[in-house]
């Protein structure tokens, strides 16, 4: 049966088809042959697991739905790549934290670290979204859920680095892991796409659905993984309080920077997320509510700007082709985030947390006992700047390995396209007409099929000038 | 960089351009200094905080998406308004009750209040909807937060009325207080926006997005406040099995008010949550299941009859424009929920209760220790009536404040549109072709933009060949 | 009101119309009468109610809007089957499990229950949609109901079988069911509808709402009525596994069996789910992360498998219109389900479980006090064979009673519309044209409405008549 349906598939839209399964298969059964010494612990259940779940996969996953013919792409490819993703990345993680006697021990809380894991791929893939097959997608997941790991291991555990909420180990490593990659894989005529790369009035309000989920379970995404009781407490308090005030601040920028005054949607379904972002690292220090509003209203400030001014740069100049803008939304907040994490360790008074305090919630124990408030600054700052320094070199090395020319990546003039992927049914089927009588034709005698609509009216004219409804017909068809 | 952007905003589409970012930014700056004396908490998570937060942002949201082309207002002015409202929220009832030593005391159950409060503005919204500014929205906003504090701190706190669910304070407070706006913000001519007015196929779809997730999370909406265990169990049971009948009455009546036996998507949307409004006051009371289905179905019966035969007179009689019918899902539902709440707090026997059941979940503490249960039913119907004197006097004073011209409301030939406040993209982009060789110009020497296509449908041809067309072109306005 | 309101809608397109809300009615009264001996008892909430709500309502009524013109009828109607089947479903389970004193003893716990039993008949929805009216979907909730709660006490409390996730009784039981009761109704001329039948663009997105949330709350399903503690663990951790495998399975086949190696995106928002039914028996069992995993491949294969050859054959050979596929998702997963249970629990063996583990987790008590595992592996395939009987048995009957005439169903060319149910405000209302003033006539002289557009583009006319397509083609590209 393969093998003849391997033959049959020659000269279809997408030359390398028989990758695709392939690569789904051999994934997969990685991951069998591997998971082979795992067992499940009996850890608790944490709250907030099914929020961070919701996050990866409808979040992040309708979030990117916003182009008007990448839709299914967008929301499928997401749903592929974190399916792998979590497991690839249990087995990772499991290896590195939870191997005990032969066997992995797996609990819900590797299962929300695997999401972490994955939120960073999404972030990625933001990146690179429309211009890349799903089987280079299945590559990047794979790597980069691997580099992830390792950049977390030296960060959280060599370093003893705090980032509750990921900013650093998430954020600013998925964006700019993300933005080398299209940097690396820049495609120089790709405004033959242009028109396909704007989003569609219905496309936008389905990309506000994953907004509002990321918005709503951000919280819980920034708490998830913090001691509980008070850290978790503040960590989700001190997100709530930065992402209400980086909605204020991203619709005023937003209606600032526009001409007439008008807001932009894409402003609203990104930058109001940014203040989630900016206080990750810092989520579970005491930070306070105050801080947090100010770092969620400087977080929504610079990501609108980003979108306006930095975007544009970034194409035209650094040849940085950013689909969803995801240096707006996680790399530049991401950034901040560090900084934020850092200044914040630094500033850590005793007369706040108590000395107790301190010493439990900046961890200094182990190798760190001899260390002050400063010292851990220090420390934040490295991590950031070694997972920069991780983003740019493993995303040069996975974008060469990507620009081999046989992934199925889709033509400079078919990218943010579904049709290249997905079997689209209604272009077989005919155009849906309402029964309203009153608008029927009154002599059907003419037999036109409807798919082949006013492209043949009448004889007596030449055929050029009916050509232009053609399409525009066909497309009635097919764009709802 | 300020200065010449407004300096070149002047004659765009919304006069009052500049207004919109120095009011976000204003309200933001606000709630930062007097954020200030704030501080973190370690109370307990309670369960239901992220369920109640779903239902003001995704359910409000898109509940309110039904309108065809201001989807992206509904649920992007919804998010604004709720970004605000809670902030200022979480400063005033911080004020009020959590005040201690100069700090306001931050926990997750404020931003629950903080959530109950702005949900109240989510209602008054729905009856406005599509008529005002944001910039009208946020002194809205901040105006109704305000009354709503005051209003919820005489009934709660002075008049010890109970109130699990918000009947009163959230739902018949927000619905009165909206129709009184739009009463006062009256538009005479808005019937010019009238073909705006309707909703479209998808729009609906979007609808029922936002009314599931209320319908869901309502029992954690109703219980999220009670005390634990007996009473919070109590109010979810009850608000599910009101909820669950108030479905079933709504589809009866919707069919049986057509003339065609056929159902009306609005009545879906709206009357089946009902229930869920009916039983707020005496959710947490012993009002059993049975009492619960009859209340839901009351409020189901009751919603539905007000969308076909109140909503209308109140447009054309009253001159009441009630965009969203929130006064046959919040309004009528409301003041049921008030009566109930009282009859049912009348009728506490102590031989379902026990003594210190009824002593308990009455609160007969402080000064109303003297109390009786019908002396509890009397201030129950003295909050019901507040709350309504209220919604009036608060509603007329605001209106008059919104109806002042420089605020940037929408012409009333441009209401219900989006393109007055957002950008559109698609405007600027061309429509978009599928890649369908077979349909493609064969010769494409004739240089037709594909914008202005029918109209050259050359002059030299008969009548019957355009005919085709004319289901085409309807497809076109029902598709979406 | 309601004599004339009867009267006049003789002659429409629903012919049993005045049938709608009399059934709604009747449904909710007899529950009314009946759960007046209700009372409920304060048993803690168990987590992971709202999940399974979520999936009920969100999960699959969403799954169902993929037909480009029944999203109307698959939202709406599986919200007033689930409303009306909780209800009933909630006295039925209440009277034979929870009946004390009289009194039917509500908790959350019963919630769940019923939501589960709900679960079944969206299942067989599934097999009927677009061919079958309200009412008749409402004699189908009351009848699957009553003969799920039958074959769930023989299953659970008389063969003591095991069968946490409903893999045989929730989904092997409800697919074949459907599938017998649409095999009875078979309609021979169909086809009629066939262009109905398709999906479009965006109503497969709305679709995989419902495929997302019902994949990520599917442990929660899987996990809601296990013993607390490990088994819960567990069984959540097997489902998340064979879930993330079922994916990479399902994308895989799709595009191996596609000719051009695209994807399809039924499958994708089916089969995907597939490992979620196939481990439901066996979730709570020691099948351990790599099992999960096997069995998760293996139903994606399968399920795929069936979407592309035995659905078609269904249909064309044993008159099977199956409109969902649901006997890829459900029927064929929760046979490979309900085997892998059994064959589990004949292997449990005393060394992994501990030998009070084996007693404990598969309840060897009562007079299974004598069993090994090979007898209760006997039990769960007797209990496998009995469901498919019941489901075969109930099906005959039911499909019989809803073969008679009166029902109000569509006839065969009207399927899949919602038209037939529901008012459709679109059609009344005229294309909506944005206001672009570069495309407004200029001279509007010509009274022409926009609903009947390009018929009166007559031959002598000049070409500035023709103008005022130009906008309602415009509108082409942007309403969608």
Redesign the interface.
């Known amino acids: 049966m ?1 093998g003849s ?1 391997l033959a ?2 020659g000269g ?3 030359e390398c ?2 990758l ?6 051999a ?2 059964v990685t ?2 042959f591997l ?2 010494q ?3 612990c ?2 608790a ?1 944490p ?1 907030g697991f ?2 961070v ?2 996050m990866v ?2 979040g992040f ?2 979030l990117m ?1 916003f182009l ?2 990448y ?2 792409s967008a ?2 490819f997401n ?2 790549l974190a ?2 993703g ?2 690839w990345a ?1 087995l990772l993680q499991g290896w590195l934290h939870h191997f005990e006697g032969g066997y992995i021990l ?3 809380e590797n ?1 929300i670290n695997a999401d972490f894991c994955v939120a960073s791929v999404c972030v990625a893939f933001g990146a690179v979204l429309g211009k890349v097959s ?1 089987v280079q997608l299945l590559i990047m997941t794979f790597f980069q859920v691997t580099l992830f790991t390792v950049n977390e291991f030296i960060l959280l555990n060599l370093l003893e680095v705090k980032d509750a909420g990921g900013s650093m180990t998430i954020h600013t490593f998925g964006a700019y892991f993300g933005l080398t990659v299209t940097w690396i894989l820049y495609r120089r005529n790709l405004e033959q796409s242009k ?2 790369q ?5 496309s ?3 990309s ?2 994953g907004t ?2 990321l ?3 951000w919280p ?1 995404f920034n708490s998830a993984m913090s001691y509980h ?2 850290a ?3 960590a ?3 997100t ?2 930065s ?3 980086s ?3 991203s ?3 937003s ?11 894409v402003h ?1 379904q990104n930058a ?1 997320l940014a203040g989630g972002v900016g206080v990750g690292t810092a989520a579970e220090m005491m930070l ?3 801080g947090s ?2 770092v969620g ?1 400087i977080c929504g400030f610079f990501s609108t700007l980003g979108f306006v001014y930095i975007m544009p740069f970034l194409e035209s100049r650094l040849r940085i082709q950013d689909t969803c803008g995801i240096h707006n939304l996680h790399g530049i907040p991401g950034i901040i985030g560090g900084i934020v994490g850092a200044v914040t360790a630094v500033y850590a008074k005793p007369d706040i947390y108590g000395d107790p305090g301190i010493v439990h919630s900046l961890d200094f124990h182990h190798f760190k006992a001899w260390s002050t408030t400063k010292t851990q600054g220090e420390f934040q700052a490295y991590g950031l700047l070694l997972t920069l320094a991780m983003a740019f070199g493993g995303g040069i090395i996975l974008g060469l390995i990507l620009r081999l020319p046989f992934w199925g990546q889709a033509a400079d003039d ?1 990218c943010f ?1 579904d ?1 290249v ?16 009588p ?6 059907p005698s ?1 037999p ?1 099929s ?1 798919s082949v ?3 043949h ?2 004889s ?2 030449p ?18």
């Open positions: 393969w349906l049959a598939r279809g839209t997408w088809a028989q695709c399964p392939i690569m789904c298969l994934c997969q991951v069998w998971l082979g795992t067992q499940d009996g850890c259940l709250a099914q929020d779940h919701t996969f409808v996953g309708f739905t008007q013919r839709g299914f929301v499928g749903f592929l399916a792998f979590i497991q249990l797996l609990g819900i299962l799903p028109r396909k704007s989003s569609a009035y219905h936008d309000l389905f506000m659905i509002l989920f918005w709503i379970f819980s009781g008070d978790q407490h503040r989700a308090l001190n709530y309080c992402l209400a005030a909605v204020l601040t619709v005023a920028m209606s600032a920077l526009n001409k007439k005054g008008k807001l932009d949607m609203i109001t306070m509510p105050y509003l100010i209203s078919n396209e049709a992927y997905w079997e689209m049914h209604e272009e077989k089927s005919t155009v849906y007409l309402p029964e309203d009153t608008l029927k034709p009154p002599a003419v036109l409807p609509p006013a492209a009216l009448s007596s004219e055929l050029g000038h009916s050509v232009p409804l053609a399409p525009l017909v066909s497309s009635t068809s097919l764009i709802p």
